[in-house]
């Protein structure tokens, strides 16, 4: 059985730093690329992040470029967002998911599995 779960979600200030966190389990994880996605209040799910499955492809939405990493550890099945100097504007659900292949895309369907989401709320 598949899963992508997430957590580090929370409610922080403008400016500080959060980092998520995305344990996979039920497929070969070195074998998937990895991605984030985020969804805020009224608006279409928009992609964020994504990491080839060997960590050397990483593109970035270019509103967090700069601020926001993603990290991939193969022994543990985990991808990571690191979320530096956040602005209200990233308040969103934010979403992991899983692409069968070594190519990235920043098409939500040319995903094949989606975590349930975590809530990042930035207050100004």
């Known amino acids: 059985q598949v899963q992508l779960v997430e957590s580090g979600g929370g409610l922080v200030e403008a400016g500080e730093s959060l980092k998520l966190s995305c344990a996979a389990s039920g497929f070969t994880f070195s074998r998937y690329s990895m991605g984030w996605f985020r969804q805020a209040p009224g608006k279409e799910r928009e992609f964020v992040a994504a990491?080839?499955?060997?960590?050397?492809?990483?593109p970035y939405l270019g509103s967090v470029k700069g601020r926001f990493t993603i990290s991939r550890d193969n022994a543990k099945n985990t991808v990571y967002l690191q979320m530096n100097s956040l602005k209200p504007e990233d308040t969103a659900v934010y979403y992991c998911?899983?692409?069968?292949?070594?190519?990235?895309?920043?098409?939500?369907?040319?995903?094949?599995?989606w975590g349930q989401g975590t809530q990042v709320t930035v207050s100004s």
């Open positions: 998911t899983a692409r069968r292949s070594s190519t990235i895309t920043t098409m939500q369907v040319g995903y094949d599995y």
């Open positions: 990491i080839s499955w060997a960590g050397g492809n990483t």
